[in-house]
């Protein structure tokens, strides 16, 4: 909490209305981070996980277990996975999904694997066409959908052209 306290105090004195708390690699974390936002009343978050695989979040806990725990807070906007393979987002959702009502946010790298050992990605991104899974996530139950690592910007422009299609009105409804 001490880590985190000056980020979130200077990020709220600079008028942040949401703040994205990332890449969080294992629930004490996260713990944290919604115990400190209880001490600046006018700041909602969603709360992102790493994940290792279909159900594990990067420390080996289990991601439905991270969720679950975060449901109920108030300050807490929204859940999800962030920074993980697009392989894995799928089950991912379905996993959130049984544990929250809360939106749940997916912003997938590319399905690269960073070497720190070498400061690069090694590998070839998982998807084809990351824009067309994007919308199996909206159907999976995703509702806020982007990119992080090694996603490009013609990945997001796939995404928001099928989001702004007027076709898909029920899209920019959260249920």
């Known amino acids: ?10 990020l709220v004195e600079a008028g942040a209305d949401l703040l994205a708390c990332e890449t969080i690699p294992s ?22 996980f790493t994940g290792r695989d279909e159900t ?11 969720v679950q725990e975060l449901a109920d807070h108030p300050r807490v906007a929204a859940i999800g996975i962030n920074c993980t393979s697009p392989a894995y987002i799928p089950s991912l959702i ?5 544990f929250t009502a809360k939106p749940i946010v997916v912003y997938p790298n590319s399905g690269e694997t960073y ?7 090694d590998g070839k991104p ?23 690592c090694r ?15 007027p076709r898909n009105a029920e899209m920019t409804r959260t249920p």
Request: charged share 25%; with cysteine.
């Open 1 to 10: 909490m001490d880590f985190h306290r000056p980020r979130i105090r200077a």
């Open 94 to 98: 379905g996993e959130a999904r049984r």
């Open 115 to 121: 070497v720190a050992a070498k400061n690069n990605w």
């Open 56 to 66: 594990h979040v990067s420390e080996g806990q289990l991601f439905g277990d991270c």
């Open 126 to 148: 998982v998807l084809r066409s990351f824009g067309e899974q994007a919308h199996l996530w909206y159907e999976a139950g995703a509702r806020l959908i982007g990119g992080c």
């Open 151 to 165: 996603t490009t910007p013609d990945d997001i422009r796939v995404i928001a052209g099928w989001a702004r299609d």
């Open 27 to 48: 629930p004490v974390e996260a713990q944290a981070l919604a115990r400190l936002l209880e001490e600046f009343p006018e700041a909602y978050a969603w709360i992102t």
